[in-house]
């Protein structure tokens, strides 16, 4: 039994061993604190079997004693705690109270660990119980870091189930990492404090280190674009998964309270007022019957920027449409409804991405808005708030991501009167690609949108199909708005 716990033992300070330079490499590209905190660890857990194969082969002593306890009981298990607070803590002061506490722990233990005396030196080859030789200070101390630590790993995943809960990939990976580290780590303590076989001990140990490395390398793994060129000249200008997580970070910090806290929260009810009024649609009462359409699409807004390309009279286009329009060309160009223009020919040199809705069928303007219409300069409204969100999605997960959008906009296109644009497209040259571009009267109408149930589906249902999702936001300086052409079947 003696010479397996002691193979086991060198086999896992190997695989350790290997762990620390996957952690070391990855840390060169991203120095982030849980990488530290868990390098720490792992390095922990690499003396500590090496100690145990020492030990079991020539016996321990004092010194060996002290490394397993120190690297493997308290190093180790507190490590793994703050690097699940590093990962997923979102405001620096949580992050600064655990390097401040882990460190001075380390510290302050090391000290006591390393000078106290023990009860015995008589140790011999077999694993030595910890209650056995240390005193009532070394003793409890370890107890007290222990209880510290399994207690700051339990409420680091619960904080990762309940952001994932509301979250996205990011989220759902920070719960699979914390899925695997946290009983890791809670067997590891349980395996340090209490009197269980050496075999038992040695493989937890060794059970700890693979789980950093296997989080390290799947669920934390760095994102990288499907089509991509691995001898790519801008490779090194990539994104890191750190500053991805941090622009993520700053748009669920401005957007925190846009959200209800549960799913089941009932919507908030629109103030009084000509705003909390949906507008008609097509074929409502007093309305014209509205003529036949093809089953919803994806929307594909087409912006043009031709100036100094042709000579457009930029002034003259930016004149409401002939027909009733969307919403959006009225409120983001506030001129006066122009005469009634014959019917003009589709400009087919428009470019497009994807399937369109009729303009005309997405909202029509309501009669008491028309009359309020004052003559404006033309420039859109600054209260106008804009999202540009681009998705990569998993491999096979086009279609049914489609879907999901196709329902959304229809959702959204005949509920939502001040969403102005809402509209989904597909990248000709990346197809695992998504782009979602919304335009929104004003921030109190993109937390209304925020709430619908449409939306909530939206956001819960997608998590299984998309990679990686990034958020910009957008300010509008000039627009051109007008029906988008009907697509041709």
């Not at 020492?54 to 306890?69: C, E, L």
Request: proline share 10%; charged share 20%.
């Amino acid at each position: 039994m003696e010479i397996l716990v002691a193979v086991i033992a060198f086999a896992g300070a190997l695989l350790a061993a290997i762990a620390v330079g996957a952690l070391i490499q990855r840390l060169r590209d991203e120095p982030e604190g849980w990488l530290i905190a868990w390098t720490v660890a792992v390095v922990s857990l690499c003396l500590s079997l090496t100690v145990i194969g020492i030990g079991y082969v020539f016996g321990f002593g004092s010194v060996t004693f002290r490394i397993y306890q120190i690297t493997g009981s308290l190093l180790a298990p507190l490590w793994l705690a703050v690097g699940m607070v590093q990962l997923l803590a979102e405001k620096v002061p949580p992050r600064f109270l655990a390097w401040l506490g882990g460190i001075a722990l380390t510290i302050v233990s090391v000290a006591i660990l390393i000078f106290d005396p023990l009860k015995s030196e008589e140790l011999g080859k077999s694993l030595p119980p910890a209650a056995n030789f240390w005193a009532i200070i070394p003793d409890k101390l370890l107890l007290g870091v222990h209880v510290v630590a399994v207690l700051i790993m339990l409420g680091m995943l619960v904080v990762a189930g309940l952001k994932w809960r509301q979250g996205d990939e990011y989220d759902t990976d920070n719960l699979h990492a914390s899925a695997v580290i946290v009983p890791s780590g809670m067997a590891l303590v349980g395996a340090m404090r209490f009197t269980v076989p050496a075999l038992f001990t040695t493989a937890l140990l060794v059970v700890a280190a693979a789980a950093v490395w296997y989080t390290v390398l799947r669920p934390l793994a760095p994102y990288e674009d499907d089509d991509e060129d691995d001898f790519d000249s801008d490779r090194d200008e990539r994104p890191s998964r750190r500053d991805e997580r941090s622009q993520r970070r700053e748009a669920r910090a401005q957007h925190h309270d846009e959200r209800p806290m549960f799913r089941d929260e009932a919507p908030m009810q629109p103030p009084p007022g000509p705003r909390g009024m949906p507008e008609p649609v097509p074929g409502g009462p007093g309305l014209p019957p509205a003529p036949p359409r093809r089953s919803s699409g994806l929307g594909d807004l087409v912006a043009e920027y031709r100036a100094g390309d042709q000579g457009v009279d930029y002034a003259a286009r930016m004149a409401p449409p002939p027909d009733s329009g969307p919403s959006t060309g009225y409120i983001m160009n506030g001129a006066p409804p122009a005469a009634p223009a014959p019917p003009q020919r589709p400009d087919f040199a428009m470019p497009g991405t994807g399937a369109v809705f009729p303009g005309a069928d997405l909202f029509s303007p309501a009669p008491q808005q028309q009359q309020q219409q004052q003559p404006g300069s033309g420039k859109p409204s600054p209260t106008i708030y804009g999202l540009l969100t681009v998705f990569t999605l998993m491999d096979g997960a086009g279609e049914a991501f489609d879907r999901l959008a196709e329902a959304t906009v229809e959702a959204v296109r005949r509920g939502e009167p001040d969403t102005l644009v809402y509209a989904c497209h597909a990248v000709k040259s990346a197809p695992l690609q998504r782009i979602v571009y919304e335009l929104y009267r004003d921030e109190v109408a993109y937390r209304d949108h925020q709430r619908q149930p449409h939306v909530e589906r939206f956001l819960n249902e997608r998590q299984a199909m998309v990679l990686a999702t990034n958020v910009i936001e957008l300010n509008v300086n000039a627009a051109k708005v007008v029906p988008l052409p009907t697509a041709m079947y």
